[in-house]
């Protein structure tokens, strides 16, 4: 039965950590809509001038850490209920 319940949660601590992803980065751009006074056009020239290297570097941010702070958290919970 615990593994179940160990499965579960491990399901709904990645699902908790993409939702969250999800919410950093909005964050993100609408702060930044309101530090640089972005409009249509700004935000086009900003995504034509990002490189890959600055694609892969907003997602490893926006992804990675909520991933790695719900997995501090599911270590924490695990190691409690152990």
Known sequence: ???IG???SFYLL???AALLAIGLFLLAVWMKS???HMDGEKWDQYFRT???RGYT???FVFYTVPHLALGWVGYLL???FC
Do not use: E, T
């Open 57 to 59: 570097a907003v997602f």
């Open 34 to 36: 309101k530090i640089s």
């Open 78 to 80: 695990y190691s409690h």
């Open 1 to 3: 039965m615990w593994i």
């Open 50 to 52: 990002l490189s890959n």
């Open 14 to 16: 990645q699902k908790l």
């Open 6 to 8: 160990g499965v579960l």
